[in-house]
């Protein structure tokens, strides 16, 4: 079996937890302003870091939703992190 990194040399999100794209996220956009981007009832109701994480690694279409919109928040085209975030 190869390692990871192998198998995913150019993807710009290998290694970025779940956890990490949440906190970024919310912290950018807050709960509110996370659940108007992303409709998804985690982010709407009674949010939190913990509950969300829970929800999303249970619902592969919402993991996507989430890491696409991470993508699309810090990442160029490129796949080079924007200037000016973390």
């Not at 709960?31 to 982010?43: E, N, P, Q, T, V």
Request: hydrophobic share 35%.
């Amino acid at each position: 079996m190869l390692p990871m990194i192998l198998l995913q040399p150019k993807n710009p999100l290998h290694g970025v937890t779940l956890k990490v794209m949440v906190e970024e996220l919310q912290g950018k956009y807050g709960w509110a302003g996370l659940g108007a981007k992303i409709k998804i009832k985690c982010f709407l109701e009674k949010p939190s870091v913990n509950s969300s994480l829970n929800f999303l690694r249970k619902t592969p279409w919402a993991r996507e939703k989430v890491e696409g919109y991470y993508f699309w928040t810090f990442y160029k085209r490129d796949g080079t992190r924007k200037e000016g975030t973390k």
